[in-house]
């Protein structure tokens, strides 16, 4: 867990993890196999790329965010040097609910750029929604198709929720989940407070480093971390009462969801998880990433702007109909496969076994349990914190001893070239003396000694 943490393996939000793992499962078939090249985008393994693999593929979020501009560049870099084909699998623009693109305007040559090297490569770009597509649309892009993202479709074409309770009690175990924006200025901490009043077995499920980081360390050093608002917080009573995860896996996160009896919040993907476990969700949206793809899916939902600080759980569990998202889950499907096809993209449901492998080698595997709130102070646990803390002190020193070391050779390699380099202007500035004095030297000795004329001009000897 702490690995995990300290190598930011979910690349600051564990939901990503959802869409890439799905990704990831429904890409793989007999004929196919899949390699996750991390995170990040290195232009310079274009190379390798190209000789190794026959597809890039890239699942992507939000990418069309100021935020994520540079990241989106450096990408952008390593498409233009692929021969093979790239397959965008459902990238999204953000904005606000009101779905003005104003505040991207700024990188548009950016999403331009990238745009136009995706269709270099591919027949069309996936997008997740309708904003995504209308602004495309407007900057000339026609080869746009609308799949949504590809976490919905981790069971292929099957999507089972229904409602285990015809109503919410005092007794249900109900999931909750907020960005540090929604929380913060969103009013979404005043629906969460009242609901922990009122639903004893309410848990609060993070998915920022800065919210997991929170837990199992205590560090609130960042401005994310100083919100005291958030659940995370030590400061907390959610956090001191232990109600409180964040998921580094998928699969400990669905594990942990299916023994619930409903899950909300203005996480797309916190919801999404809950809706993948066959738990009832409803989605607070709070911005256009998630908007639009609610309206796709026919997630439940209402915009967080239009709910009352005092909403009960309960009624927005009593308003949700999920009838909508499963029974048009399979024509949603069918489209995002079709779109695998006509980019040259097998999928385990359609050529495989339906991902079967795939579930079956991640059973055999042990997934971290959800990060807890840092409250007990056993000796096991110390031991073990203190244990990694020590070998992490252990492996910067030796780095440390490393570089200096190679400081002290890159220093003293530098002494030399610059003594050499000087020996060899002093040795260069006497050979030019030397061939200065014997051009002149003789005739102007000549021309100084008494009683002695200087010669006409044209006329000097040498």
């Known amino acids: 867990m702490e690995d995990a943490l300290h190598r930011d393996v979910i690349a600051t939000n564990s939901g990503n993890l959802i869409f890439s793992d799905a990704a990831h499962k429904i890409l793989t078939t007999p004929d196919t196999e899949v390699v996750s090249n991390g995170m990040r985008a290195d232009a310079a393994a274009a190379g390798r790329i190209n000789e190794e693999y026959d597809v890039f593929v890239v699942p992507l979020a939000n990418a ?60 069309s770009i996936g997008v997740r929604g309708e904003f995504t597509e209308q602004y495309l649309n407007e900057m000339g892009f ?173 009624e927005l569990y009593e308003k949700a109909d999920f009838g909508p998202l499963t029974r048009n889950h399979r024509e949603r499907f069918d489209r995002f496969t079709a779109f695998l096809d006509k980019n040259g993209l097998q999928n385990t449901f359609t050529h495989g076994d339906g991902g079967a492998a795939f579930d079956e080698k991640l059973r055999s595997l042990t997934f971290p349990a959800g990060i807890r709130p840092w409250i007990r102070n056993d000796m096991d646990e110390l031991t073990e914190r203190f244990a990694w803390m020590y070998g992490r002190v252990s492996e910067l020193s030796a780095d440390n001893a490393k570089l200096k070391r190679e400081l002290a050779r890159a220093k003293s390699a530098k002494a030399s070239a610059k003594a050499a380099s000087a020996a060899a202007g002093i040795a260069s500035r006497a050979s030019v003396y030397r061939r200065a004095r014997r051009a002149v030297g003789g005739p102007l000795r000549r021309a100084l000694q008494p009683g002695r004329q200087p010669s006409p001009k044209g006329t000097g000897t040498a």
């Not at 100083?226 to 009462?241: A, G, Q, V």
């Open 64 to 123: 069309f965010r100021p935020s994520f501009e540079a990241s989106l560049q450096r990408l952008t870099r390593l498409i233009s040097k692929l021969r093979i084909p790239v397959v965008v699998l459902g990238v999204g623009a953000q904005s606000g609910v009101n779905y003005d693109a104003a505040r991207l305007k700024a990188m548009e040559p950016t999403v331009r750029a990238f745009c136009s090297a995706v269709l270099d490569h591919s027949a």
């Open 142 to 314: 026609r080869d746009v198709e609308v799949i949504g993202c590809p976490s919905m479709f981790l069971h292929g074409d099957k999507l089972t929720v229904e409602k285990k309770a015809a109503a919410l009690t005092p007794d249900s175990r109900i999931a909750v989940n907020g960005s540090h924006t929604a929380m913060r200025s969103g009013g979404l901490h005043r629906i969460v407070g009242l609901a922990h009043e009122r639903y004893p077995h309410l848990r609060y499920i993070g998915q920022n480093l800065t919210d997991a980081k929170q837990l199992h360390w205590r560090d609130v050093n960042s401005p994310a971390g100083r919100i005291k608002l958030m659940p995370t917080h030590p400061e907390h009573p959610m956090y001191r009462e232990d109600k409180v995860r964040v998921y580094i896996d998928p699969q400990t996160w669905f594990d942990d969801l299916r023994d619930f009896d409903y899950s909300f919040g203005s996480r797309i993907h916190g919801n999404i998880a809950a809706l993948l476990a066959g738990t009832p969700a409803t989605v607070l949206a709070f911005d256009s990433r998630t908007l639009e793809l609610c309206r796709y899916f026919e997630i439940p939902h209402q915009q967080l702007d239009q709910t009352a600080p005092d909403t009960d759980p309960a």
